[in-house]
């Protein structure tokens, strides 16, 4: 069993950053892709952003050239820095990581609220 703990959210004002981590509870762990979702009030989870083991970097439109995922292997770590924040970048936002032969586990999400 695998638990990924977030931390990193809060309340921000728009054009303010934010940066969220996610960790693994077990160090040492083979992990594909890591990566975020989020879901926003009265909206469904969509894709933010997603990180594969060699650092190759995958976002979604709405989040391109504000934010930036990185990830530490060896820490089993994700991260994603948050810039030009947006009201419309309120939500849960919920960080995964897909292990091979045992599927993909989430992490219990963290709230990021952005003030206009």
């Known amino acids: 069993q695998v638990q990924l703990v977030e931390s990193g959210g809060g309340l921000v004002q728009a054009g303010g950053s934010l940066r969220l981590s996610c960790a693994a509870s077990r160090s040492g762990l083979s992990i594909n892709s890591m990566g975020w979702y989020r879901q926003g009030p009265g909206k469904e989870r969509e894709f933010v952003a997603s990180i594969t083991t060699g650092g190759i970097p995958d976002y979604a439109n709405a989040v391109k050239g504000r934010f930036t995922i990185s990830r530490d292997n060896a820490k089993n770590t994700v991260e994603l820095q948050m810039n030009s924040l947006k009201s419309e970048d309120t939500a849960v936002y919920s960080c995964?990581?897909?292990?091979?032969?045992?599927?993909?586990?989430w992490g219990q999400g963290t709230q990021v609220t952005v003030s206009s």
């Open positions: 995964y990581a897909a292990v091979p032969r045992a599927g993909v586990y």
